[in-house]
């Protein structure tokens, strides 16, 4: 008997349309701290930064192809260098695309703790600092009821552990990983 074999890693697994509006929780957006950019954000996102791109108003977080490149509706097209700290929390469909187009930055992600995944590998091997959480409840965009649960771990990557703040150490279990850079 065929079987059809199931999606796997779309919109994170939960199959809501709307998984790409999901926000990273207000405290811990706080608790992270400032980033430069953030090419994957969304009008409803708490991160801190100086630029953020937004399909919703015409942007592109892989800008014109060249790594670290996004582009900002109506304003231009920037490079983010090896200097500049980048939040990336990307749709599960295309993890591996933003990690390569920013790996040469200084990218904090948060994304699933899930070895079973190529990306999460690289990441991880990347990563100075993994800091693992539990229970995080992602806020759901206007018009869709909070709750759920969120049973996936989840963790902050880091590509300088000098980027955790100690907000962030306070409220997960961190470790160095075997990075070398």
């Not at 900002?72 to 260098?81: C, E, K, L, S």
């Amino acid at each position: 008997m065929n079987k059809t074999p199931k999606a796997v890693n779309v919109r994170g697994g939960s199959r809501q349309k709307k998984r790409g509006a999901y926000c990273t929780p207000k405290d811990l957006a706080i608790a992270v701290g400032h980033r430069d950019v953030d090419p994957f954000s969304n009008p409803h996102a708490h991160i801190l930064t100086d630029a953020s791109c937004m399909l919703e108003r015409g942007d592109d977080g892989f800008g014109d192809g060249t790594p670290g490149s996004y582009s900002i509706a109506g304003v231009g097209t920037f490079r983010a260098t090896e200097d500049t700290s980048v939040w990336f929390q990307p749709d599960y469909r295309f993890v591996q695309r933003a990690f390569d187009h920013y790996q040469h930055t200084r990218w904090t992600c948060l994304l699933r703790f899930d070895p079973r995944t190529d990306w999460m590998k690289r990441i991880y091997r990347q990563s100075e600092l993994v800091c693992v959480l539990w229970g995080i409840e992602f806020e759901p965009p206007p018009g869709v009821p909070a709750g759920g649960g969120n049973s996936f771990p989840h963790a902050l990557y880091y590509r300088r552990a000098a980027d955790v703040t100690p907000a962030v150490l306070q409220r997960t279990i961190a470790w160095r990983t075997n990075h070398v850079a």
